[in-house]
């Protein structure tokens, strides 16, 4: 009959309505600054730059530890190009002991920044990463929505913290990574020792 | 001490009005009411909006504002705050007079209606003799200021929403004035304050109310889906339907000015549910003998806030009808209703007391109803959404 389906609505409206006085189920609602939830594994907000302290926790050598080269693929990459990226003149030497450039200026503009990850994606160096910090409202709107590397830089540590299982995927490669540049070196440093025996030879 | 406490309003008014000289009396005492009037209602608006954003969250198992204040309770205060430091925009192009008047005139109109309605023993503050075709005559003219809005802002949604608006409670004015028209033929006057009279007796201490018989049953259901029309009320809010027009005819306004918008919005809910109230459920008379100690306005206020509460819950489970739908069923199926509605009042009245117009009178409804609504929905006017192309 007509009007049965708007007393149903009705009816059902009505029972959530006193429900959700009643049972806790109901109100799903986390209230916030209150209350919070765990993070997600795979939550991210802005991303941010790894580096690797030598004593955890001090954070003193954000600069010479920080995985970055300053390649420039992420902000070649950035689609709304919110990178800003200057190289160094000299280099310094990086995690496998290879002397590198190191980005003197590296500026994210995260009230451009869409969170879409591609810059993390792109890099070969595992050096940008996707932080969950959320809480970034300032009052100043053009200045400090603008952060420097140095506001960037968060230690290894902190990413096994905010993303355990993948961080832990990514220092597995980075040591297989290393493994196998050493033993390319060793290899190489053998073969280098063999040639240069068997150039000693020829000339003996 | 009962009857004082009914009378509390007319007697402080009496008693301030008293301090004063002879020749100010009439003009303060006038001034007084309007002053009372002009204070609870926007207070009561306040309050609702508040209740009607808490009961909307709990119908969808959400909490509702609960920040400012104990409970939320505060949050209007906070709103009217923000409206009020809000930058009041009028668009270059607009006519910035008719602009402006709008809101104002729709105020000025909807605070009108209020002069007539009996919110209490003696506490009314015209008592006219045709208080219910004043009242229809002003809430018919806020009809010119909600297209006076959306002609003067010069954009393409205001102006849509005002057609929409204008087009929706023309054509619902009709199934109102009809369904209230019967408590007229009943009674015999369309002075509100007899109207309550004519309902204020008690029978095995039930109450004479109209909303108790088969045609004052009936009179109501179709005068409630009336008023929710006219008032813009979801599921009947076509002319702001935020999904299709930004906000309707008020989408030009910021500031103070949609806060009057607004505000106009819910005074007239109120006063339709007054006048609702009046008609159909008794106006300020108790609902069972042995209530009729309670001070009188407590019970209109109690049947206003149910009311207000009913279109909240309406608002909280119905979705948008649309253009057609709506036209429909005003001109194909509560029209014909009314006028149906209008016969058997007719009946009623000439055929005397006893069970027998009881029988005749719901059977005739009940059945009009259900063969209607079953021919209109087996036609597919009205009834379920059929979607042709989409499945
Ligand atoms: S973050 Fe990665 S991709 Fe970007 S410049 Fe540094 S090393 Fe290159
Ligand atoms: S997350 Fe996307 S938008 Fe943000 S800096 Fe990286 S590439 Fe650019």
Redesign the pocket.
């Known amino acids: 009959m007509l009007g049965e389906g708007i007393l149903k609505g009705m009816a059902e409206t009505a029972k959530n309505f006193f429900g959700s006085y009643f049972s806790a189920e109901r109100l799903t609602t986390v209230e916030y600054p209150e209350q919070r939830i765990a993070p997600f594994e795979a939550a991210r907000v ?2 941010f730059l790894v580096f690797d302290s030598k004593n955890p926790g001090d954070g003193a050598d954000w600069q010479t530890g920080m995985r970055c080269v300053a390649c420039q693929i ?1 902000e070649k ?4 190009k ?2 800003f990226i200057e190289k160094s003149k000299d280099k310094k030497p990086d995690a496998l002991g290879k002397p590198q450039f190191y980005p003197v200026k590296f500026d ?1 503009d995260i009230s451009v ?7 993390v994606e792109v890099c070969p160096f595992e050096a940008i990463k996707m932080d969950t910090e959320f809480e970034l409202s300032t009052v100043d709107r053009f200045g400090g929505l603008l952060l420097d590397r140095q506001q960037l830089a968060k230690s290894n540590e902190y990413y096994h913290q905010i993303h355990p299982a993948e961080a832990a995927g990514v220092d597995a490669r980075l040591v297989a990574e290393k493994v196998k540049a050493d033993a390319k070196a060793r290899s190489a440093a053998d073969a280098a020792v063999a040639k240069a025996a068997a150039i000693a030879g020829e000339g003996a | 001490m009962i009857n004082t406490l009914d009378q509390i309003f007319v007697l402080l008014r009496h008693w301030l009005v008293s301090f004063l000289p002879a020749a100010w009396q009439p003009l303060v005492g006038v001034l007084l009411s309007v002053a009372a009037i002009v204070c609870l209602f926007p207070a009561l608006f306040a309050l609702t909006t508040v209740f009607e954003r808490k009961g909307l969250a709990r119908i969808q198992n959400r909490l509702g504002p609960n920040r400012v204040g104990p409970f939320g309770l505060l949050q209007p205060i906070a709103d009217g705050i923000k409206s009020l430091t809000k930058e009041d925009i009028v668009p270059l192009s607009a006519d910035a007079a008719v602009h402006f008047l709008a809101p104002v005139l729709l105020l000025v109109a909807v605070f009108m209606g209020f002069a007539v309605l009996p919110m209490g023993r003696n506490m009314v503050f015209v008592d006219m003799d045709a208080g219910l075709l004043f009242y229809f005559a002003m809430s018919a003219s806020t009809e010119l200021s909600v297209f006076m809005a959306g002609w003067s802002s010069r954009n393409k949604y205001s102006l849509l929403g005002a057609m929409r608006a204008v087009a929706q409670m023309i054509s619902y004015e009709v199934p109102l004035l009809l369904s209230s028209v019967v408590v007229v033929m009943m009674t015999g006057s369309l002075s509100l304050t007899k109207i309550v009279a004519a309902q204020s007796g008690f029978t095995w201490g039930l109450p004479h109310w109209f909303i108790f018989t088969p045609w004052g049953c009936a009179g109501f259901v179709m005068y409630a889906i009336a008023t929710t029309a006219e008032t813009n009320r979801s599921p009947f809010d076509l002319p702001e339907g935020e999904s299709e027009l930004v906000a309707g005819y008020h989408t030009e306004y910021s500031g103070f000015k949609f806060a009057l918008f607004f505000l106009g919005e819910y005074l007239a809910m109120f006063s339709i549910s007054g006048l609702g109230t009046t008609l159909f459920l008794g106006g300020w008379s108790a609902p069972f003998s042995f209530l009729t100690w309670v001070p009188s306005w407590i019970w209109f206020f109690s049947k206003l806030m149910l009311s207000i509460f009913v279109f909240i819950w309406m608002r909280g489970t119905l979705p948008r009808l649309r253009q057609d739908q709506l036209m429909n069923f005003a001109w194909k199926f509560v029209l014909p209703l009314c006028l149906l509605n209008l016969m058997v009042v007719a009946l009623w009245r000439f055929m005397g007391d006893g069970w027998l117009r009881w029988v005749i009178c719901s059977a005739i409804l009940i059945g009009a109803y259900a063969t209607m609504g079953w021919g209109e929905m087996r036609r597919g006017k009205i009834g379920p959404r059929s979607y042709r192309y989409a499945e």
Request: charged share 5%; glycine share 0%.
């Open positions: 802005f991303p992420c990459e950035c689609p709304p919110c990178i994210i920044c869409m969170s879409c990850q591609i810059c």
